[in-house]
């Protein structure tokens, strides 16, 4: 059942990915952007690398690929934590902000929705356990910091920032950085919890996480 909901996790990323590159491409919500600047927008959200992410290592889980090295155990934190993070931002300060129809909208959702609670649930319930350690936590946050990067570096160029929370011409660089800092700060301590109950749950349910590492 494990590894079919995890499959079930890694279409639905598919899906949900397919279905917005669609609307980019058709420019369904920005139309006066050529195709070109749309397909590349398309690849600076952080919900993009955030849903592949999810629907990455989901499939490894699936296929029996998942392997208990620190790259693995952080890309699946961030494959958990991410997709709730990007979720709960986009239903409490963007959702608001616009309205959605048609393909745009179920995209939204799929991306949002239904990727965050697939992958949140799959985690709770079906594990793998004992794959967690708080040293993972570092290298959980370069993913994050990497896209930090990479947006103010592209948009100092460019002029094009994803999300408005961060758009620098109209909230300012300190605004945005700041935002920056404490949806880190969040993320880290998610990660953190994260790991502090894979470890209890690991050792209440008799695996021993310790005997773990030494899986290949």
Known sequence: MGRVWHGVTAAAALIALSVQFVVMWRGDTAPDDS?????????????????????????????????????????????????VVIGTVNFVMLRPLGDLH??????????????PILALT???????????????????AILPVVWVVFTFVNGAFSGWYPYPFIDVPETGFAAAIIF????????????????????KVSLRSGTSPTALESRP
């Open 35 to 83: 195709r070109a600047d749309r397909i590349f927008h398309f690849f600076t959200y952080l919900t993009t690398w955030t849903v592949l992410i999810a629907g990455v290592m989901a499939l490894t889980i699936t296929i029996g690929a998942d392997r208990n090295t620190p790259v693995w155990r952080a890309l699946r934190l961030d494959s958990v934590v991410l997709p």
């Open 102 to 115: 048609g393909l745009a909208n179920v995209g939204d959702h799929l991306q949002h929705d239904i990727v």
């Open 122 to 140: 799959g985690w709770i319930v079906f594990g793998p356990r004992g794959r967690a350690q708080f040293s993972d936590v570092a290298a959980f």
């Open 180 to 199: 920056c800092v404490v949806a880190a700060s969040a993320m880290t301590l998610l990660a953190a919890c994260a790991a502090f109950v894979d470890r």
